[in-house]
């Protein structure tokens, strides 16, 4: 599953090409002790086969903690988890006066994959301007998603993670001040992730990103392309937009085009956010047009104004995202300011 870059909140159309092909093979009930019980889909695959983010279940009680085995080498000296667990070394949170381990919820790591649901009992870390993260594998990269709660909706942001050496990383408040549940996911760029969650009171608002958006329909397999329901984000506006209608035109090389007008399906608990999608009747017709490259078109009509996306498939594709298709939009889209 492909899933928004908001996380857990959308719904999942595109198969991830970050993962392989492989089918999953086991599947693990955890029982979290006299909690609850989260579910676990172990798989013995290539990483590349699950979502970036696969955490779109329902959030439950208790702390999922992964089961025992034994880990391969490739940690810094003298760090790692003990011999005979499963899943990637522990986030370690190093706060003023103790050290915090966080277990991965969800995770890829040495072939095994593990899909759980975010714990509610999150760990507390106070209110640090920053937070020091030990993680021992040091090609990874990690970034944080900030959530809070906006008076009835909920807002996200998103920025990477600031690597400060070999095994540590630095977190910096993102986002409007108070309290937040962080989401770190982290990633190695050979093949493997993470994702742990705590909470934080953040005491001063930090970085605030630029809207985000993309457009997705095309996707190619080696010589094969392939049309999928469309789909059209918005994310990191100013507010969330009463009315909105879009339609978004594709045109070849060859000048042949084709036009889909998506409805809006964002959830309204999204502060910030706009998500719509078409079906896979309405996509079919962009098979039948001429050779690539093409050109995405978006006119977007969002509460009394006018805005006109572009991007050029597969230029603009996100590495390691395909088929999102990034969007430069004239005027730009009204932005989140923290307040």
Avoid: N
């Amino acid at each position: 599953t492909r899933v928004h870059p908001d996380r857990r909140h959308r719904p999942a159309t595109f198969a991830d090409p970050d993962r392989g092909s492989a089918s999953r093979s086991i599947a693990l009930i955890v029982v979290v002790a006299g909690l609850a019980i989260a579910t676990f889909a172990l798989t013995h695959q290539s990483d590349r086969d699950r979502a970036r983010d696969p955490a779109s279940a329902a959030r439950v009680t208790g702390s999922p903690t992964p089961p025992d085995s034994v880990l391969p080498g490739s940690v810094l000296p003298g760090a790692g988890p003990p011999a005979g667990r499963i899943g990637p070394p522990p986030v370690q949170l190093e706060l003023a006066d103790t050290t915090v381990e966080l277990s991965a919820w969800t995770f890829c790591f040495d072939g095994v994959c593990a899909d759980g649901i975010e714990p509610v009992d999150l760990e507390q870390v106070g209110s640090p301007e920053s937070i020091v993260v030990r993680f021992p594998l040091p090609r990874w990269s990690f970034e944080a998603t900030f959530e809070s709660d906006q008076g009835g909706c909920t807002r996200s942001v998103t920025v990477p993670v600031t690597r400060t050496g070999p095994d540590t990383l630095r977190v910096d408040s993102a986002g409007a001040a108070g309290p937040q549940i962080v989401t770190l996911f982290g990633r190695d760029p050979e093949g493997g992730d993470l994702v742990v969650s705590f909470a934080w009171d953040a005491p001063v608002a930090g970085d605030l990103p630029a809207p985000e958006s993309y457009v997705a329909a095309l996707s190619d397999a080696g010589d094969e392309r392939h049309a999928y329901p469309l789909e059209l984000s918005l994310s990191g506006l100013a507010a969330t937009p009463k009315e909105v209608v879009a339609s978004v035109t594709v045109t070849a090389a060859d000048g042949s085009t084709t036009t889909i007008e998506p409805e809006r399906t964002d959830a309204a608990d999204r502060c910030g956010s706009v998500y719509l999608t078409g079906t896979q009747a309405d996509s079919d017709p962009l098979l039948a047009l001429g050779p690539g490259p093409y050109d995405y078109r978006v006119d977007l009509a969002m509460d009394g104004m006018t805005y006109v996306g572009t991007a050029v498939w597969p230029r603009d594709e996100r590495r390691d995202e395909a088929p999102l298709t990034d969007l430069s939009w004239s005027p730009a889209l009204p932005a989140y300011q923290g307040h």
